[in-house]
């Protein structure tokens, strides 16, 4: 069936004809409330359960006895690296009394879930061939594990550490060599393009899902123009061998592929992966995809168009990857407007009529929820215009979809009126750096004027995602209300002949490092550090194994050329001139990183000298939203700074990452906030109820489960991000 590109840009499409035959019965009985079949007792996948609703129906712990809540274990993996902000963003399975998780070096590990007792531990350096002298080089990011049981042999645990899915022996922590290549997939291979085309850079953060014998994955990959694609791949759980692909930047007589105007896009682009999770729709056997932004993020003059399948939730048949529908919630990305989260599956009941959806969070802090079978919307959205001042050689795209409802949980306007107003000389000075930055509506195209992103570059909504009562249809999502700044500058020209190897890698520094690190290696805030100094941390050929392999957030530049390295290193250590005979780009003329023009100065967080958020509170909040009606039903700060609060300053919330977790016991348990500590909320007012000191920040999603009757909430401990030291535990809390 040919689709018309009006039709792609509506994002209501037709269902192809074998999607009429393979789901007519199940069209037919589409008002089953599919939820009252689900079991929300435990907590054996990532988010709860595959339907993505961090919902436990515990109910031993509740509203009346919470405030008893006490601490019952700690344990600590000892794997924290302070020196270079480690982090655990885990939320961990348990599955019959056994708790699985993942330490700061990405160590799988079994304790028992009452005792925090440890029972065995899997360290993937054990494995890795390469970094040996390094095991820290890991991409060391993992947000969970898949957990598959099997009826013969023991049952299976895929483990991510970067490119590699392991297969590990849930009883005993064991690799199991037969499955894929010694024991692993390697998600750079099988992407139907040879790897020295795209950046090496390949790590899976979120777990992916089980359908019967399939594991379906996706990926991060790098942000730059020569960024891998981010298609979703399935592969047999018991050989590892591929099953299906399903190309989210289409190839020829594909799905999507007529929307291109580079008929060769699919030849060179990357992105449009799913780096935040899925969710499966287990009886119907769908399995639904938010996908990023084609890269580069900021310039997209060389991807014309909408960019599908890019910025989407994309419904394909779990079974074989075809496609159902898609809706593509933003066109023509030129913001970092990724899909940030696994959706979740609702059963709503609406204007008489009970409808089975999925509701997709944003960063943009929308909510944007559609019929699961046929796509279409279950609230109106409308194709607004957005401004159209842009650089040179870009073609933004005129219009982007807004929903009618659900009401926003984030503000989405950031006016000079909002400029936060602590103190008057401080006020002052953050009203001179709100009129640097010349636009502020959304969705203006990126500029070398500024233009601030609010909500954002981090949410608004963010990977933690959202929780979702069955029994209600009430959302629960925090959020982080911070402006950031976004600037482009010209790509600072090369010298074609440059005369030393400061002059040389000073030019790399520029195409890859400068828009984290900022201009002349200075660094830009907590999050990005600053390289002036590097010589006095490290020895060059540790730096060299950074830039290799990654560290942290940060992504792997192995596909530099050995001259761009050397020379990247002579310019970040200062080391002496030596005259050169090739000039830089001898060896990469054709790389697409080269034809982008503009990059910018950084990721700018809007702070005040102190640190602050430079908005008016809240900081954060933790939001309800009812589903049925879209109508936002309370709005707290989540999160405080002790010492404003001391001041008579209402609480402000603050910057959080990590989600929440809702309970028939009449809760929501959040951590994630950068104050170091775990609340419980009352889930129908949002009044803090109990809340506990952390070691460091939670920067996770807790998980809820039940053994022998008694109910335990856990959450992993790493801190490090924005500024926050680095941990290593997990703790448990339960009623004495």
């Known amino acids: 069936m040919r689709i018309s590109s009006e039709m792609y840009l509506a994002g209501k499409i037709f269902l192809p004809f074998y999607a009429y035959c393979c789901f007519f019965f199940l069209l037919s009985c589409s008002d089953e409330d599919h939820s009252k079949t689900t079991d929300y007792s435990g907590w054996e996948t990532y988010a709860g359960t595959v339907s993505g609703m961090r919902y436990s129906s515990a109910t031993e712990i509740n509203r009346e006895n919470v405030a008893d809540l006490q601490e019952v274990w700690r344990y600590s993996t000892g794997d924290r690296d302070k020196d270079n902000r480690s982090q655990i963003q885990t939320n961990p399975v348990i599955v019959e009394g056994i708790l699985y998780g993942i330490s700061p070096r990405l160590k799988l590990f079994a304790l028992d879930a009452a005792t925090g007792k440890q029972k065995w531990i899997f360290d993937p350096a054990v494995l890795d061939t390469v970094n040996k002298e390094d095991p820290m080089a890991f991409f060391k990011v993992s947000r969970g594990l898949v957990y598959k049981k099997e009826e013969n042999g023991p049952d299976i645990i895929f483990h991510a550490v970067g490119k590699k899915i392991y297969a590990i022996n849930a009883e005993n922590g064991e690799h ?7 024991g692993a997939i390697d998600l750079s291979r099988n992407l139907g393009r040879e790897e020295d085309e795209f950046n090496s850079f390949i790590a899976e953060t979120t777990p992916g899902v089980l359908f019967k014998n399939l594991l379906i994955v996706s990926m991060r990959v790098a942000e730059s123009a020569d960024a891998a694609p981010g298609h979703i791949r399935a592969y047999n759980t018991k050989t590892g061998e591929l099953e299906w692909i399903f190309h989210t930047i289409p190839h020829p007589g594909e799905e999507g592929y007529d929307s291109w105007p580079d ?4 030849k060179k682009l990357g992105g449009a992966n799913c780096w935040a999770g899925m969710s499966l729709d287990k009886e119907r056997g769908i399995v639904y995809v938010p996908t990023g932004s084609v890269s580069g993020d900021f310039y997209g003059g060389f991807r ?3 960019n599908l399948f890019a910025n989407s939730l994309i419904a394909l048949d779990a079974a074989t990857g075809k496609y159902i529908w898609h809706y593509q919630i933003v066109h023509h990305d030129l913001w970092d407007r990724d899909l940030p989260a696994n959706p979740n599956l609702v059963t709503l009941h609406k204007d008489g009529k009970t409808i089975d959806a999925v509701a997709q969070i944003t960063k943009h802090g929308y909510i944007f929820i559609f019929d699961r079978v046929t796509g279409e919307p279950v609230y109106p959205i409308e194709e607004q215009p957005v401004p159209q001042k842009h650089l040179p050689g870009e073609k933004p795209w005129p219009t982007q979809p807004i929903p009618s409802l659900p009401e926003p949980f984030a503000r989405q306007h950031f006016s000079r009126e909002d400029v936060s107003n602590l103190d008057e000389e ?5 009203l001179q750096k709100y009129d640097s930055v010349k636009y502020a509506e959304m969705f203006t195209p990126p500029s070398k004027e500024g233009g601030w992103i609010f909500p954002g570059f981090d949410g608004g909504g963010e990977w933690g995602g959202a929780a979702v009562d069955p029994e209600t249809q009430i959302m629960y999502v925090n959020s982080s209300e911070l402006p950031w700044s976004l600037t482009m500058i010209d790509v600072p020209k090369e010298d074609t002949a440059p005369k030393s190897l400061q002059d040389k890698g000073e030019g790399v520094y520029n195409k890859y490092c400068m828009s984290c ?3 002349d290696r200075q660094g830009n805030g907590e999050s990005y550090p600053a390289l002036d100094n590097l010589g006095e941390k490290y020895e060059k050929e540790h730096i060299l194994s950074i830039i290799e392999n990654g560290r942290n957030m940060m992504p792997a530049f192995g596909n530099l050329k050995k001259d761009e390295k050397e020379a990247l290193l002579a310019y970040m250590l200062d080391l002496q001139d030596e005259d050169i005979k090739e000039p830089l780009n001898s060896s990469e003329e054709n790389s697409l990183v080269n034809e982008v023009p503009y990059t910018m100065t950084g990721y700018n967080r809007f702070l005040d000298e102190n640190g602050y958020p430079g908005i ?9 939203v009812n589903l049925n009606t879209g109508k936002l039903l309370w709005k707290v700060p989540l999160g405080e700074y002790p010492e404003l609060s001391k001041k008579g300053i209402p609480v402000t919330g603050t910057e959080n990452y990590g989600g929440p977790v809702v309970t028939r016991g009449g809760l929501v348990f959040i951590a994630a906030t950068k104050d170091s500590k775990i609340r419980a909320f009352d889930k129908t007012s949002g009044e803090v109820l109990w809340e506990a ?6 920067y996770a999603t807790p998980a809820v489960y039940t053994i022998e009757g008694k109910e335990y909430l856990v959450i992993a401990c790493g801190g490090g991000k924005i500024g926050s030291p680095s941990g290593d535990e997990y703790l448990a809390f339960a009623l004495p």
Do not use: R, Y
Request: hydrophobic share 30%.
């Open 176 to 182: 199991l060599p037969d499955f894929g290549s010694n």
């Open 263 to 266: 008929k060769d896009a699919w």
């Open 304 to 306: 014309e168009g909408t």
């Open 426 to 430: 401080t006020h002052q000075k953050l």
């Open 517 to 519: 690190h900022g201009i």
């Open 616 to 624: 008016t509170p809240p900081w954060g909040t933790l939001n309800a």
């Open 693 to 698: 000191k952390l070691p460091v920040p939670g």
